[in-house]
C-alpha cells in the first residue's frame, strides 16, 4: 500500500498565525503543546495541542477567517 506521510512546517504556520489581522488564535506555544482561541471561536473549549491535527486545525480556522471571509 502505497502513502505519503507529510512533514508539518511548524516555522511556516508560527509566522502565518503571528501575521494575521484577526486574531483567532490568540496563543500558542507548539513546544508546551497550548492553545487558546479567540472567545468568537465557537464550539469545543480546546487549549492544548493534542497532536498535529490540532495545529492544522489553528492554521485551517486562522485562513479561513482571515483569507475567505468565514466569520469565527
Do not use: C, T
Amino acid at each position: 500500500m502505497w502513502y505519503h506521510k507529510y512533514v508539518i512546517n511548524y516555522e511556516l504556520i508560527k509566522k502565518y498565525l503571528d501575521n494575521q489581522k484577526i486574531k483567532v488564535v490568540e496563543f500558542y506555544d507548539f513546544d508546551k503543546r497550548k492553545v487558546k482561541y479567540s472567545e468568537k471561536v465557537k464550539g469545543w473549549k480546546i487549549d492544548k495541542f493534542r497532536g498535529d491535527e490540532e495545529i492544522v486545525r489553528a492554521f485551517v480556522l486562522a485562513k479561513l477567517v482571515n483569507e475567505l471571509g468565514y466569520k469565527p
